[in-house]
């Protein structure tokens, strides 16, 4: 009989063979369009966290820009254009600023208001005789000028009237300022007139509206609002 076992051993040797291919996987090489869709992404994500960080950052620059431009403007307001604090005057400053003298203006004052309306009333359509009413109605009230000095370590209220070419002082009261604001100050009087025409009757305060730096006026009991005009250069001839 012919003997099997190099046929067994053939067909177990080709079976092993066979099984071994068979049961070996290849190895699989790395997918490099998913690996580099994956770091694109990563990419990606990393440059847009970045761009955002970048954008916050520049957003807080720019508030804070904003809050610094705001801070600026807010300061411009109380500074002049050359950097230096604006000086803000009282109505006392204004009033007692040297060398000058307010002197009475009939025509920017209500005496003035009422006469024009009583005088248009009579004159009517005559320019001469309303002229002449006003010029007598100027005449009630003399050009006297107001001043405040300091004499003697005390503040004077000062009337004066022009004389030929010298001022006289027909007024002379010893004041104090009280209540000095922008647009107003309070004169309390100290004691009695002495000047060449005293007053009968000083009062015990008055208070002095300051509308501009070259006008003041005082409101007069029985005549009303009296305006006076900033002269500079007057004082200098006056007699105290």
């Not at 790395?30 to 580099?36: F, G, N, R």
């Not at 024009?116 to 004159?123: H, Q, R, T, Y």
Request: with cysteine; aromatic share 4%; charged share 35%.
């Amino acid at each position: 009989m012919r003997s099997l076992v190099p046929i067994v051993a053939c067909v177990c040797v080709s079976g092993i063979l066979a099984g071994c291919g068979g049961s070996q996987s290849e190895a699989k090489e790395p997918d490099e369009s998913a690996e580099s869709s994956k770091a694109s992404e990563k990419s990606d994500k990393s440059e847009a966290k970045e761009a955002k960080a970048d954008n916050e950052d520049m957003g807080d620059d720019d508030k804070a820009g904003d809050d610094k431009k705001g801070d600026k403007k807010g300061k411009g307001d109380k500074e002049e254009a050359s950097g230096m604090p604006k000086v803000v005057r009282t109505a006392k400053d204004i009033v007692t600023a040297k060398d000058v003298l307010f002197v009475f203006s009939f025509n920017q004052s209500e005496p003035y208001q009422a006469a024009e309306k009583k005088c248009g009333e009579k004159a009517k359509d005559d320019p001469k005789k309303k002229a002449d009413c006003m010029s007598k109605a100027s005449d009630q009230f003399d050009l006297d000028g107001i001043t405040f000095e300091e004499i003697d370590g005390k503040w004077m209220w000062l009337t004066m009237r022009r004389k030929g070419n010298t001022l006289v002082t027909i007024h002379k009261i010893p004041v104090e300022f009280a209540d000095d604001k922008e647009k107003s100050v309070t004169i309390k009087t100290l004691g009695p007139d002495k000047g060449s025409k005293p007053m009968a009757h000083v009062p015990k305060e008055l208070v002095i509206d300051v509308p501009a730096e070259t006008a003041i006026s005082i409101t007069d009991p029985k005549s009303g609002k009296m305006v006076y005009e900033a002269k500079m250069g007057l004082k200098g001839d006056a007699k105290r």
